[in-house]
T-cell receptor
Framework: GAGVSQSPSNKVTEKGKDVELRCDPI?????LYWYRQSLGQGLEFLIY????????KSGLPSDRFSAERTGGSVSTLTIQRTQQEDSAVYLC?????????????????FGPGTRLTVT | QKEVEQDPGPLSVPEGAIVSLNCTYS??????FMWYRQYSRKGPELLMY????GNKEDGRFTAQVDKSSKYISLFIRDSQPSDSATYLC????????????FGQGTILTVHP
């Protein structure tokens, strides 16, 4: 079946501009996650949505970052007034829900990412 | 100090070699452990997952978890050039959902 999709695949923007990154999760997955991967670094958690619960925003690095999830499906990550240090690959993942079960189907499945370059 | 430490390598081995990849962690609350494989310019894909201490085998891959030492390993037997990728360890608490904490990733190259 279709996996997690993200758009755009690449984005180049000027410092100070706002950008929006989109994520379409796997159909039926109620949990959605955003991570950031900087050059040579592992993935850094940003935000987590689960159903209608309040999102876990504990990983957002500053108030310039925000995310929303409409209709329990598509999510948009917005970065305002972009800075050069925001340059990274932004990865979205989805899962069936609370990953308390030890089954691969409940684990997180990643999209291909959006490569953001701030010049 | 990072919660999860992983040697970034790079690691280069000949085809057929046994590969050992490792992570250490500091948070004793972690109970679920995963290994992801990431090819260049692709998203990570789930390779192995384990709960608490013990071993798990899947084909040429074996994952080991030693909670007493806060140490996890991934072994790849009979390595192939197609195994060339970045391998990321990840872990999650048992009481909170969602957030995975990742290691830095190890770049592996298997040459023919």
């Amino acid at each position: 079946g279709a996996g997690v999709s993200q758009s755009p695949s690449n984005k180049v923007t000027e410092k100070g501009k706002d950008v929006e990154l989109r994520c379409d999760p796997i159909s039926g997955h109620t949990a959605l996650y955003w991570y950031r991967q900087s050059l040579g670094q592992g993935l850094e958690f940003l935000i987590y949505f689960q159903g209608n619960s309040a999102p876990d925003k504990s990983g957002l690095p500053s108030d310039r970052f925000s995310a929303e999830r409409t209709g329990g499906s598509v999510s948009t990550l917005t970065i305002q007034r972009t800075q050069q240090e925001d340059s990274a690959v932004y990865l979205c993942a989805s899962s069936l829900g609370p990953s308390g079960r030890l089954l691969p189907s409940y684990e997180q499945y990643f999209g291909p990412g959006t490569r953001l370059t701030v010049t | 100090q990072k919660e999860v430490e992983q040697d970034p390598g790079p690691l280069s081995v000949p085809e057929g070699a046994i590969v050992s990849l490792n992570c250490t962690y500091s948070n004793s609350a972690f109970q679920y452990f995963m290994w992801y494989r990431q090819y260049s310019r692709k998203g990570p894909e789930l390779l192995m997952y384990t709960y608490s201490s013990g071993n798990k085998e899947d084909g040429r891959f074996t994952a080991q978890v030693d909670k007493s030492s806060k140490y996890i390993s991934l072994f790849i037997r009979d390595s192939q050039p197609s195994d060339s990728a970045t391998y990321l360890c990840a872990m999650r608490r048992g009481t909170s959902y969602g957030k995975l904490t990742f290691g830095q990733g190890t770049i592996l190259t298997v040459h023919p």
